[in-house]
């Protein structure tokens, strides 16, 4: 049964620092592209980061990048968002994708439509 679980998330302060972790099980790791969505509340879910299953290439939502960082482990079978300088506006559920149709990170991000998704975790950013 393929499985996804995020962790990691929590209460920060506005430039604090979080790692999410998506931890994914009974499936080939390797011949999925993963993502991390996130959804605020009253806004429609939008992808934050993606991360191919070959060349780990990545794709990045405009308003985090160069804060934020994604990577996976194959021998973890785990991918990471790595949180860095958190606003407000950060806040929401983050969830973790998988899917294996998609050849991109970014086809992965610009899609709503992934094949199994984690339960989320939530993550505040506030003083």
């Known amino acids: 049964q393929l499985q996804l679980v995020e962790s990691g998330g929590g209460l920060v302060q506005p430039g604090g620092s979080l790692r999410l972790s998506c931890a994914a099980s009974?499936?080939?790791?390797?011949?999925?592209?993963i993502g991390w969505f996130r959804q605020a509340p009253g806004k429609e879910r939008e992808g934050v980061s993606c991360?191919?299953?070959?060349?780990?290439?990545?794709n990045y939502a405009d308003s985090v990048k160069g804060r934020f960082t994604i990577s996976r482990d194959s021998a973890k079978n785990t991918v990471y968002l790595h949180m860095n300088s958190l606003k407000p506006e950060d806040t929401g559920i983050y969830y973790c994708?998988?899917?294996?149709?998609?050849?991109?990170?970014?086809?992965?991000?610009?899609?709503?439509?992934?094949?199994?998704w984690g339960q989320g975790t939530q993550v505040t950013v506030s003083s």
């Open positions: 994708a998988a899917d294996f149709r998609f050849i991109t990170a970014q086809i992965m991000c610009d899609r709503d439509d992934q094949t199994y």
């Open positions: 991360i191919s299953r070959s060349d780990g290439s990545t």
């Open positions: 009974g499936f080939t790791f390797d011949n999925y592209v």
